[in-house]
């Protein structure tokens, strides 16, 4: 082999060498940019899932609310019943 075919294999396996490096990077920079859009991705939900259980408490809060009045009205109408029915009606 002649120093000039040594040359241009030489030359050959430094643009090899190159592509590789190039391909690894492309394919690292992808790797980075899936990574973080998973991890934006995670905080993302977590937030939403944050924001539903407020809204969720918030929500049983107020049925526990509503299942109070609903009791204090039905004893109410059965005070109001009671009440009739001693006075010799039917209610």
Known sequence: MDA???TALGAL???LGGLATAVVT???KRSENAITGYTS???QLQEEL???KVELAEKSAALA???AER???EA???RLRGIITQLGGSP
């Open 71 to 73: 009791a204090r009205a």
């Open 50 to 52: 944050a924001t539903k």
């Open 76 to 78: 109410e109408n059965a």
């Open 13 to 15: 396996l430094v643009g």
């Open 4 to 6: 000039t075919a040594a």
């Open 65 to 67: 609310v509503e299942a």
């Open 26 to 28: 492309f394919l690292g």
């Open 41 to 43: 991705l995670t905080d």
